[in-house]
């Protein structure tokens, strides 16, 4: 089916009278017909109107106030420990991060990508087992190649470090908070009683062959004689993300790449996991470079090697 | 039995020997007409056959040379820490412990290689930062993945009351653990749950304290084999002859 020409195409004389206005400018779709200003809609037109709240800009602002000023780092579950406080000798059960080649591949931006991010890598895949398109991202930003690549979101641009510079441990420091994300242990299909936490049904008193199932999943002619959308039934369970909030850094070791933080963290061991300031708490009194090594592919290498020296 | 028949019936074979030579001719004919290709499509293969030298893992996009294409730069990762550091629990585990136990004391004393440790069955006095030192027979020593929390269950009674307490040897608030008495004889099993039943129960343990303490103070601890079972074996020999007398009187 041909496009619809635009109603405007009908208001313009004949094309022999007025050969000056070019052929593309007629033949246009509807969806990219140039807008002429001053004639967009009869509607919500003016200049004093507030801003719409479906609108992708006001969703921008919204958000604002509740992103991270700097970015995490991408770590890798090794297990779970205790610390001892040798002061008060309470012990606190605790779980050991490790960052491995932590580095910034590339940034986000508001206005090509449409919000702010950080996009961060972290270890080492070799160069054959990676596709060509894959392989290209990472030598147009001059940076090694990684085999896990997550983002952080920041509130504005100052939040993000230079492309390449390596992301050591002492981002973080002690005693600050921070949000931990992580894919959590897939439990495969469970039932109900499982996943959602219902009691089940009693083991006797009558009770025959039901005694871990669902029961009812809603009522008759008062609620519709429908299942209502989001009833908790059985399924898969795990193998999603999560985020555990306000997590505090009890040990930082910047040299062999350890961040301890307070109680669990979801998922397996030698998982990956996202670590990032905490949003409910006040924003650590840090520098901006903490924890960065600034400096491209190049003069990461350098500072490596000074490192080893 | 079938040779029996054959001897009493020689032609019995003839019917059978017949048909077999039926279906080999049959068999032959069939075999004689060429089977063309084009009666049996499935058989064709559909793409030429590889040249010769190639290499299975060629098929693969990503193994293939890339000739013609633009080199595409890889450049080198920098230095791995999990390579520096591949057990960093064990890292965070040697940190502390320089803290905890820096003479490395009470490692040893629950150290495999010792053969001095500490074994079910031993009676251990706790001293205690906070708190009154607890003595008891050890019952159960926990020794997880980690050292860092090696804990032991002291058993005692007080007041004529079973009372349990775990320890957690490299807690801050243990000041102290001192080996009151040896098992006179290797315990067999790691838990020893069977010393909540009366029979095998030790009971209270403070007279046994009380004696190591003074002997402490006095000089040293006498040998693991006048110590324990049998030492009382022979205080009961002795109460049992004065009993028996007493008897007899």
């Known amino acids: 089916m041909p496009p619809k020409p635009t109603q405007r195409l009908f208001s313009l004389p004949p094309r022999f009278l007025c050969p000056s206005i070019p052929r593309t400018l007629i033949r246009t779709f509807r969806t990219f017909a140039p807008i002429v200003p001053g004639k967009q809609s009869r509607f919500n037109y003016g200049h004093n109107l507030p801003l719409l709240g479906a609108s992708k800009q006001a969703a921008f602002l919204r958000k604002e106030n509740n992103l991270p000023l700097r970015t995490g780092a991408l770590t890798i579950k090794k297990g779970m420990t205790g610390v001892y406080d040798p002061e008060t000798g309470k012990r606190t059960p605790c779980t050991v991060l490790q960052l491995d080649r932590c580095q910034v591949i590339s940034h986000k931006r508001r206005d090509k990508h449409g919000y702010w991010a950080v996009q961060v890598g972290s270890g080492t895949k070799e160069a054959r087992n990676v596709t060509r398109p894959e392989r290209g991202h990472f030598a147009a930003h001059e940076v090694p190649l990684k085999r896990h690549l997550a983002e952080f979101r920041v509130k504005n641009e100052e939040g993000l470090p230079a492309v390449g510079s390596v992301i050591t441990a002492d981002l973080f420091q002690e005693g600050q908070f921070v949000d931990v994300r992580a894919v959590t242990r897939g439990m495969g299909f469970a039932g109900g009683m499982k996943r959602w936490g219902w009691g089940g049904q009693p083991a006797s008193h009558g009770t025959s062959l039901t005694h871990r199932a669902m029961g009812s999943a809603g009522g008759s002619q008062g609620s519709g004689s429908r299942v209502h959308p989001g009833k908790h039934m059985a399924g898969r369970m795990g193998g999603e993300m999560h985020t555990v909030q306000n997590l505090k850094v009890m040990k930082v070791d910047a040299a062999n790449g350890i961040v301890v933080v307070h109680g669990a963290v979801p998922g397996p061991k030698y998982s990956i996991v996202k670590v990032q300031d905490a949003l409910k708490k006040p924003w650590p009194e840090a520098d901006a470079l903490a924890g960065l090594s600034v400096g491209g592919g190049g003069a990461g290498l350098a500072a490596a090697a000074a490192a080893e020296a | ?249």
């Open chain 2, 1 to 249: 039995m079938s040779a029996h028949t054959s001897s009493v019936r020689p032609l019995a074979h003839l019917k059978h020997a017949l048909r077999q030579c039926r279906l080999e001719c049959d068999q032959r004919r069939r075999y004689a007409v060429p089977a063309t290709d084009a009666l049996y499509p499935s058989l064709q293969t559909k793409y030429p056959l590889p040249a010769a030298g190639f290499r299975p893992s060629q098929a693969i996009k990503q193994n293939r040379f890339e000739p013609g294409l633009k080199r595409i730069r890889v450049f080198q990762p920098p230095r791995s820490t999990i390579k520096l550091c591949p057990d960093p629990i064990q890292k965070v585990t040697q940190d502390q412990l320089a803290v905890l136990d820096p003479t490395g004391a009470r490692t040893r004393l629950f150290a495999a290689s010792n053969p001095d440790n500490v074994k079910p069955g031993d009676v251990l006095l706790v001293r205690l930062k906070n708190g009154e030192p607890f003595a008891g027979a050890c019952i159960n020593i926990r020794q997880r993945n980690s050292p860092i929390d090696t804990a032991v269950l002291l058993r005692n009674q007080l007041t004529r009351v079973g009372v349990e307490m775990w320890v957690k040897v490299y807690s801050p608030n243990v000041e102290g653990i001192e080996i009151v008495q040896r098992k006179e004889r290797r315990a067999r099993r790691a838990k020893l749950y069977y010393m909540r039943k009366p029979k095998h129960d030790m009971g209270n343990l403070d007279g046994v304290v009380r004696q190591y303490l003074r002997q402490k103070v006095g000089g040293q601890m006498s040998s693991r084999s006048t110590k324990g079972r049998e030492a009382n074996a022979q205080k009961k020999k002795k109460d049992k002859k004065k009993s028996d007398q007493r008897g007899k009187k």
